[in-house]
């Protein structure tokens, strides 16, 4: 328990120590150059937990020692700053894994800016940090001026030459560097190769292939100053050719220890060929064939191929299978082994030189063991100085297999034949043709044989090696009458002839060829057999066998010719008859017999029910072909039906029979003997004809073409009315001139009016319908039929055809109504007269009757109304309006003129006011008599409006304000200044224009009295009226202040006037009449035309208690007398200051009467007084003098 306790301490301190994050970096500062390629690493160590760590790279630029700008991450696309994103999506600044905890960071352009202090950073995955996580470096980047140059040239040199070769190498680095320089040769697509090199240590080596050139001096690398190196090769080889160049290397140790190399430049090459001193050699070795016979020759040759062969010395040896055959030294004699010696010396081989460059081994007369393998070795010697050849270099070809064959048969062969199908009965013949590969050793035998389609084999003929001819058992007759032959062309070629051939003979035809040699001892064996044959198909002559009838003209007319033709397939030759025989069906009958028969030998046969035909039938066949054809001419309907011919194909045999083969029937061909085609046109134009009633309608039916010359039509006319379903029938004219009438014209009484007729050009149909009716409208066309007389002197209808219509339209006379369309504005007076003006400017037939109408309309009306109308018997009637508005007594008509017609509208009043035209109807007799309407217009309109007089009522409004006693009378006059008519009558009222507080007031000084001023301003006046007087000179009630005080007068027929009676001060006040205008209607009644109201009256009623001292100041001249003198100055100013103030309160009040009413007019104010007179008069203005 005691030693637990430290060795767990030392567990823990030995854990924690190996959880410490470590991060390390390359040691700085790097120096790198401007655009080379620089990597640094980093590793991390003491992690726990995932192996496969992360890195992330900043760097702190010069300008901003502080400040990190992070470059790239192996985990965060994101993480690089603008500066670097660039570089880093472009791929030219990457991070590599190069192990789980191990990278490098590669920037492959590296530029100037990229100076700075580098930190490695990698991100713990741990919640708890220990050790370091991060590792910082320096790198400096200077310029690179490294320069490598030399001259570019291409130098041609031959084997053995020397070469020199220069480059300038300099730079310009102020840091510590060493220089290495290389020269390489570049061969191609090849590797480069290194010449020789002089390393950064001083240190000459080459590479492999010239590093034994260079320790004996060969090669040499020579500085010369302070920036040359030369190459130097002093013997050139052949390898050697290829580009030279220079490569400069500037290295730079880092604080590590280690060399890095900055930056490689290489210079620009220089072409070196080299021409070669040739000393190399080829064999080939050659032979006319591999495979042979025993007994024939055979020759081997030798090729050398090489230069300046005469100048060097050659040995060549043969070998068999591995063994020496013969040996040829320099000297060219042979030597051969003993085997080969044996048969040198009999003549059968031979071994020589041929020329310089070709060596021979032949042998004459081939044995079968001689089967094997050749071939020849080259040896190129040296003659020493003693003479004696030293072995240089050995070369040999590849080795040449013959195969030696054994004796035997040397015959080959061949079958042809003229023909692998034919047709039965057509000849074959057989050719069998045999080749030798030497000379011919013996004799043949031949035997022709025929394998059947069972695969049965049977002998046609045979010839023995004596040449004698036999032929087979089933062949005996066919040769003895010459159906089969055989016979020898040539000494190796037979011929096997088969004419007239049948089915049977077809098969597989085979010629049996047996060599025959004569042994030592004079017998004959055989060497050989060969076989050969062809094959050969034939046709039975019924294969195939059919007849077939057309003909182009199925179809024929009367007296027409037609033609029929019976083919025969397949295509015969002239040697096989076939019998034709044409049989015939008439229309209506089931059975055939024989017309006519084309026999086997070329004769013709008819038939015995032939007779009818004989005269008008020409059967004739094909020269070519056995095609038959029948014509017949002057067709009728006897030679209509249905025709069929029949086939008979025959065979001759060798022994001069005949044999019928096959029968074959035709199909049935049928002949309709038709009428001709007809050629009628009938002329299908439309045509649209309008026209007035009581003109003809002139309608035609032309036919344009027509079958025969003979033709004769019949037409028939129809009439089409949209109300039916079918055309009727107006008029038939058959084909021998007949008339016939159609029910349309029977129904529609027509008879009277048609008219037919036929033109000389004989095409040209014509029917008129005379004195036109508009119920004769509708569509016409005609109907035609063509008619010929048949072969049998009957006629018959050929075609028929209806022509284009003709569309009539009748119509009435067009209509040509017009009137005035003058538009009218007319203002009149009550009572005044009105004319209206009806004007027909053109009509449509001056034998036509007008009726006239009269309309009016009036605003407030929907639809106008009949004002009045006059019939085309020349009635006059009354129209609604004339009803209504009691025009029946106002109504006036007259025409002065022709076509002219007006309307006068007497003592007019404001209602006959309208919107006011005319309508004319024009009406014609129809040609049975009838009256219909034709046209009818309107007229323009013409606005009538009739007004009542002017309002010329004016009453006086310049009366003057009146100050009278208590108990005295004041006067109101209304006088009328203008009236509007004449007949006018007025109703007079009279009204008291008083405030709400006039008879509460006394008499207030003057602060009071503006102060009641702005009060009456503000209340609204009493209107009472006094007495009112109707136009018809009623009187209405008196007022109630007023009743029995009132007096009323009329002066005149203008001037009316009231007197009041007992003034008091309460009668003070304004006062005022209104006049109303009445004139009676047109129709007696009375309206009021206008009203008018005269100026406001100013009464003041005074107090009869006054005193002396009031009635002084009610004097105005005694007044003055008095009291102004002494103060004139004071009251100027009074009044002065009263006026300013009076117009400020107008123009506030902006010029309004009371309540905001218009001023409408102002009469003289009135002048107040003060009870005691002795103040200036106030001027003020008092309700009574304004309203």
């Given at each position: 328990?005691?030693?637990?306790?430290?060795?767990?301490?030392?567990?823990?301190?030995?854990?924690?120590?190996?959880?410490?994050?470590?991060?390390?970096?390359?040691?700085?500062?790097?120096?790198?150059?401007?655009?080379?390629?620089?990597?640094?690493?980093?590793?991390v160590s003491g992690y726990q937990g995932r192996s496969v760590q992360n890195f992330q790279w900043s760097i702190y630029l010069p300008s901003a020692p502080e400040r990190e700008v992070q470059i790239v991450s192996t985990t965060d696309s994101s993480f690089p700053y603008a500066i670097y994103t660039q570089r880093v999506r472009s791929g030219k600044i990457y991070v590599e894994r190069v192990q789980e905890n191990s990278a490098l960071l590669h920037i492959t352009d590296l530029q100037a800016r990229d100076v700075g202090e580098y930190e490695c950073h990698t991100p713990s995955p741990d919640d708890q940090f220990f050790g370091s996580y991060s590792a910082k470096m320096n790198l400096v980047v200077i310029p690179d001026t490294l320069q490598t140059t030399a001259i570019p040239q291409t130098l041609h040199k031959v084997e053995q030459d020397p070469l020199e070769l220069s480059c300038e190498v300099a730079t310009e680095t102020f840091q510590h560097s060493h220089l290495s320089v290389s020269w390489l040769r570049q061969r191609g697509s090849e590797k480069s190769v290194e010449v020789i090199s002089l390393s950064r240590d001083f240190v000459l080596h080459s590479s492999s292939e010239y590093a034994q050139r260079q320790s004996l001096g060969e090669v040499r690398?020579?500085?010369?100053?302070?920036?040359?190196?030369?190459?130097?090769?002093?013997?050139?080889?052949?390898?050697?050719?290829?580009?030279?160049?220079?490569?400069?290397?500037?290295?730079?140790?880092?604080?590590?220890?280690?060399?890095?190399?900055?930056?490689?430049?290489?210079?620009?090459?220089?072409?070196?060929?080299?021409?070669?001193?040739?000393?190399?050699?080829?064999?080939?070795?050659?032979?006319?064939?591999?495979?042979?016979?025993?007994?024939?020759?055979?020759?081997?040759?030798?090729?050398?191929?090489?230069?300046?062969?005469?100048?060097?010395?050659?040995?060549?040896?043969?070998?068999?299978?591995?063994?020496?055959?013969?040996?040829?030294?320099?000297?060219?004699?042979?030597?051969?082994?003993?085997?080969?010696?044996?048969?040198?010396?009999?003549?059968?081989?031979?071994?020589?030189?041929?020329?310089?460059?070709?060596?021979?081994?032949?042998?004459?007369?081939?044995?079968?063991?001689?089967?094997?393998?050749?071939?020849?070795?080259?040896?190129?010697?040296?003659?020493?100085?003693?003479?004696?050849?030293?072995?240089?270099?050995?070369?040999?070809?590849?080795?040449?297999?013959?195969?030696?064959?054994?004796?035997?048969?040397?015959?080959?062969?061949?079958?042809?034949?003229?023909?692998?199908?034919?047709?039965?009965?057509?000849?074959?013949?057989?050719?069998?043709?045999?080749?030798?590969?030497?000379?011919?050793?013996?004799?043949?035998?031949?035997?022709?044989?025929?394998?059947?389609?069972?695969?049965?084999?049977?002998?046609?003929?045979?010839?023995?090696?004596?040449?004698?001819?036999?032929?087979?058992?089933?062949?005996?007759?066919?040769?003895?009458?010459?159906?089969?032959?055989?016979?020898?062309?040539?000494?190796?070629?037979?011929?096997?002839?088969?004419?007239?051939?049948?089915?049977?003979?077809?098969?597989?035809?085979?010629?049996?060829?047996?060599?025959?040699?004569?042994?030592?001892?004079?017998?004959?064996?055989?060497?050989?057999?060969?076989?050969?044959?062809?094959?050969?198909?034939?046709?039975?002559?019924?294969?195939?066998?059919?007849?077939?009838?057309?003909?182009?003209?199925?179809?024929?007319?009367?007296?027409?010719?037609?033609?029929?033709?019976?083919?025969?397939?397949?295509?015969?030759?002239?040697?096989?008859?076939?019998?034709?025989?044409?049989?015939?069906?008439?229309?209506?009958?089931?059975?055939?017999?024989?017309?006519?028969?084309?026999?086997?030998?070329?004769?013709?046969?008819?038939?015995?029910?032939?007779?009818?035909?004989?005269?008008?039938?020409?059967?004739?066949?094909?020269?070519?072909?056995?095609?038959?054809?029948?014509?017949?001419?002057?067709?009728?309907?006897?030679?209509?039906?249905?025709?069929?011919?029949?086939?008979?194909?025959?065979?001759?045999?060798?022994?001069?029979?005949?044999?019928?083969?096959?029968?074959?029937?035709?199909?049935?061909?049928?002949?309709?003997?038709?009428?001709?085609?007809?050629?009628?046109?009938?002329?299908?134009?439309?045509?649209?004809?309008?026209?007035?009633?009581?003109?003809?309608?002139?309608?035609?039916?032309?036919?344009?073409?027509?079958?025969?010359?003979?033709?004769?039509?019949?037409?028939?006319?129809?009439?089409?009315?949209?109300?039916?379903?079918?055309?009727?029938?107006?008029?038939?004219?058959?084909?021998?001139?007949?008339?016939?009438?159609?029910?349309?014209?029977?129904?529609?009484?027509?008879?009277?009016?048609?008219?037919?007729?036929?033109?000389?050009?004989?095409?040209?149909?014509?029917?008129?319908?005379?004195?036109?009716?508009?119920?004769?409208?509708?569509?016409?066309?005609?109907?035609?039929?063509?008619?010929?007389?048949?072969?049998?002197?009957?006629?018959?209808?050929?075609?028929?055809?209806?022509?284009?219509?003709?569309?009539?339209?009748?119509?009435?006379?067009?209509?040509?109504?017009?009137?005035?369309?003058?538009?009218?504005?007319?203002?009149?007076?009550?009572?005044?007269?009105?004319?209206?003006?009806?004007?027909?400017?053109?009509?449509?037939?001056?034998?036509?009757?007008?009726?006239?109408?009269?309309?009016?309309?009036?605003?407030?009306?929907?639809?106008?109304?009949?004002?009045?109308?006059?019939?085309?018997?020349?009635?006059?009637?009354?129209?609604?309006?004339?009803?209504?508005?009691?025009?029946?007594?106002?109504?006036?008509?007259?025409?002065?003129?022709?076509?002219?017609?007006?309307?006068?509208?007497?003592?007019?009043?404001?209602?006959?006011?309208?919107?006011?035209?005319?309508?004319?109807?024009?009406?014609?007799?129809?040609?049975?008599?009838?009256?219909?309407?034709?046209?009818?217009?309107?007229?323009?309109?013409?606005?009538?409006?009739?007004?009542?007089?002017?309002?010329?009522?004016?009453?006086?409004?310049?009366?003057?304000?009146?100050?009278?006693?208590?108990?005295?009378?004041?006067?109101?006059?209304?006088?009328?200044?203008?009236?509007?008519?004449?007949?006018?009558?007025?109703?007079?009222?009279?009204?008291?224009?008083?405030?709400?507080?006039?008879?509460?007031?006394?008499?207030?000084?003057?602060?009071?009295?503006?102060?009641?001023?702005?009060?009456?301003?503000?209340?609204?006046?009493?209107?009472?009226?006094?007495?009112?007087?109707?136009?018809?000179?009623?009187?209405?009630?008196?007022?109630?202040?007023?009743?029995?005080?009132?007096?009323?007068?009329?002066?005149?027929?203008?001037?009316?006037?009231?007197?009041?009676?007992?003034?008091?001060?309460?009668?003070?006040?304004?006062?005022?009449?209104?006049?109303?205008?009445?004139?009676?209607?047109?129709?007696?009644?009375?309206?009021?035309?206008?009203?008018?109201?005269?100026?406001?009256?100013?009464?003041?009623?005074?107090?009869?208690?006054?005193?002396?001292?009031?009635?002084?100041?009610?004097?105005?001249?005694?007044?003055?007398?008095?009291?102004?003198?002494?103060?004139?100055?004071?009251?100027?100013?009074?009044?002065?200051?009263?006026?300013?103030?009076?117009?400020?309160?107008?123009?506030?009040?902006?010029?309004?009467?009371?309540?905001?009413?218009?001023?409408?007019?102002?009469?003289?104010?009135?002048?107040?007084?003060?009870?005691?007179?002795?103040?200036?008069?106030?001027?003020?203005?008092?309700?009574?003098?304004?309203?």
């Amino acid at each position: 328990m005691k030693c637990f306790f430290p060795v767990l301490s030392c567990l823990a301190v030995l854990g924690v120590v190996s959880a410490q994050w470590q991060v390390t970096v390359q040691e700085g500062p790097l120096y790198r150059t401007e655009g080379s390629h620089i990597t640094i690493w980093c590793n991390v160590s003491g992690y726990q937990g995932r192996s496969v760590q992360n890195f992330q790279w900043s760097i702190y630029l010069p300008s901003a020692p502080e400040r990190e700008v992070q470059i790239v991450s192996t985990t965060d696309s994101s993480f690089p700053y603008a500066i670097y994103t660039q570089r880093v999506r472009s791929g030219k600044i990457y991070v590599e894994r190069v192990q789980e905890n191990s990278a490098l960071l590669h920037i492959t352009d590296l530029q100037a800016r990229d100076v700075g202090e580098y930190e490695c950073h990698t991100p713990s995955p741990d919640d708890q940090f220990f050790g370091s996580y991060s590792a910082k470096m320096n790198l400096v980047v200077i310029p690179d001026t490294l320069q490598t140059t030399a001259i570019p040239q291409t130098l041609h040199k031959v084997e053995q030459d020397p070469l020199e070769l220069s480059c300038e190498v300099a730079t310009e680095t102020f840091q510590h560097s060493h220089l290495s320089v290389s020269w390489l040769r570049q061969r191609g697509s090849e590797k480069s190769v290194e010449v020789i090199s002089l390393s950064r240590d001083f240190v000459l080596h080459s590479s492999s292939e010239y590093a034994q050139r260079q320790s004996l001096g060969e090669v040499r690398l020579d500085k010369l100053g302070r920036t040359t190196f030369r190459l130097t090769v002093f013997h050139l080889q052949p390898s050697d050719q290829g580009e030279f160049y220079c490569e400069a290397t500037e290295w730079i140790q880092d604080p590590d220890g280690s060399w890095y190399a900055m930056t490689r430049k290489r210079s620009e090459g220089t072409v070196v060929n080299v021409q070669p001193t040739d000393k190399e050699f080829a064999v080939r070795l050659e032979t006319e064939k591999r495979l042979y016979t025993v007994g024939e020759p055979a020759e081997f040759r030798c090729i050398l191929e090489a230069q300046s062969i005469p100048d060097r010395y050659f040995a060549i040896s043969w070998a068999f299978n591995s063994s020496l055959i013969a040996s040829v030294g320099p000297n060219a004699v042979p030597v051969l082994n003993s085997e080969f010696a044996h048969r040198e010396a009999r003549g059968q081989l031979k071994v020589a030189k041929e020329s310089d460059s070709v060596f021979v081994l032949k042998i004459y007369h081939l044995r079968q063991e001689d089967s094997g393998k050749y071939n020849c070795r080259v040896t190129e010697q040296e003659k020493t100085v003693t003479g004696k050849f030293i072995d240089k270099e050995s070369k040999r070809p590849k080795n040449i297999p013959i195969i030696v064959l054994p004796l035997k048969s040397s015959i080959s062969m061949e079958v042809a034949s003229n023909a692998s199908v034919i047709l039965e009965g057509e000849n074959l013949h057989f050719s069998c043709s045999i080749r030798t590969a030497g000379r011919q050793q013996g004799r043949f035998s031949i035997i022709w044989q025929l394998v059947d389609r069972q695969n049965r084999r049977s002998n046609i003929m045979w010839l023995d090696r004596d040449g004698t001819v036999q032929p087979g058992a089933s062949y005996w007759e066919r040769s003895s009458f010459g159906g089969v032959q055989m016979e020898q062309v040539q000494p190796n070629s037979f011929i096997l002839g088969i004419f007239n051939s049948r089915k049977e003979d077809e098969g597989q035809y085979e010629c049996h060829v047996t060599e025959w040699v004569r042994a030592v001892d004079g017998e004959w064996q055989i060497v050989g057999e060969r076989r050969a044959s062809t094959p050969v198909s034939i046709t039975a002559l019924e294969t195939g066998f059919a007849v077939t009838a057309i003909s182009r003209t199925p179809g024929v007319t009367y007296s027409e010719s037609f033609d029929l033709q019976c083919i025969i397939k397949p295509h015969y030759p002239a040697r096989v008859p076939v019998s034709v025989t044409w049989r015939f069906q008439p229309v209506g009958t089931v059975e055939f017999h024989d017309l006519v028969t084309f026999t086997r030998d070329g004769g013709v046969q008819w038939g015995d029910r032939s007779s009818s035909f004989r005269t008008r039938t020409a059967i004739e066949k094909a020269e070519s072909s056995n095609n038959v054809r029948l014509s017949i001419s002057r067709a009728s309907d006897t030679e209509a039906g249905k025709y069929q011919c029949v086939a008979e194909l025959w065979r001759k045999n060798y022994n001069n029979t005949w044999t019928r083969l096959a029968e074959r029937t035709s199909n049935l061909l049928e002949i309709r003997v038709l009428q001709p085609v007809t050629k009628l046109q009938v002329s299908k134009s439309k045509r649209t004809l309008t026209l007035v009633e009581n003109r003809p309608i002139q309608l035609n039916c032309s036919v344009k073409s027509q079958t025969s010359q003979n033709s004769h039509f019949a037409v028939l006319w129809y009439v089409h009315k949209p109300s039916d379903a079918d055309g009727k029938l107006i008029l038939k004219t058959t084909h021998n001139s007949a008339f016939e009438y159609g029910t349309y014209a029977e129904e529609e009484g027509l008879r009277g009016r048609l008219q037919f007729e036929r033109h000389v050009s004989g095409g040209l149909f014509s029917l008129t319908v005379q004195r036109a009716e508009v119920s004769d409208s509708g569509s016409y066309y005609c109907h035609v039929e063509e008619w010929l007389l048949s072969p049998n002197y009957a006629w018959y209808k050929l075609a028929e055809e209806v022509s284009g219509r003709t569309e009539v339209t009748v119509k009435q006379p067009d209509s040509r109504l017009k009137l005035s369309q003058a538009q009218g504005n007319l203002s009149v007076l009550e009572t005044q007269q009105v004319q209206l003006e009806c004007t027909v400017l053109n009509r449509t037939s001056t034998a036509s009757q007008l009726v006239v109408e009269w309309f009016v309309w009036k605003p407030n009306q929907p639809e106008q109304e009949t004002v009045a109308r006059l019939s085309r018997e020349a009635t006059f009637h009354y129209g609604e309006q004339a009803a209504k508005n009691n025009l029946k007594g106002r109504l006036h008509l007259e025409s002065p003129s022709l076509g002219v017609y007006r309307l006068f509208i007497q003592n007019v009043a404001v209602q006959d006011s309208g919107t006011y035209n005319c309508r004319v109807e024009e009406w014609l007799s129809s040609p049975s008599g009838m009256w219909y309407k034709r046209a009818e217009d309107t007229s323009g309109q013409t606005a009538v409006t009739v007004m009542r007089p002017d309002a010329a009522l004016q009453v006086d409004t310049v009366v003057p304000n009146t100050t009278v006693a208590e108990k005295a009378a004041f006067q109101l006059d209304c006088s009328i200044v203008s009236r509007s008519s004449q007949d006018s009558h007025f109703a007079v009222a009279w009204y008291s224009l008083r405030t709400k507080a006039a008879g509460q007031r006394g008499s207030p000084g003057l602060q009071e009295e503006e102060e009641e001023g702005e009060e009456e301003e503000e209340d609204p006046a009493e209107r009472m009226a006094l007495l009112s007087v109707g136009p018809d000179a009623v009187f209405g009630p008196e007022g109630g202040p007023w009743e029995g005080r009132l007096r009323f007068q009329r002066l005149s027929p203008l001037l009316y006037r009231l007197t009041v009676l007992q003034a008091s001060p309460r009668d003070t006040g304004n006062y005022s009449c209104r006049v109303e205008e009445w004139l009676p209607s047109p129709q007696k009644e009375w309206y009021r035309l206008t009203e008018e109201e005269s100026a406001p009256i100013g009464i003041r009623v005074l107090d009869t208690s006054s005193t002396l001292q009031s009635m002084i100041c009610s004097n105005d001249a005694l007044f003055y007398f008095i009291f102004f003198y002494p103060f004139p100055i004071f009251g100027i100013l009074i009044i002065t200051i009263l006026l300013v103030r009076f117009k400020s309160r107008n123009s506030s009040k902006n010029s309004d009467g009371k309540n905001g009413v218009p001023l409408l007019w102002i009469k003289e104010p009135h002048l107040n007084y003060s009870p005691t007179c002795l103040e200036p008069p106030v001027l003020s203005i008092h309700p009574g003098a304004i309203d």
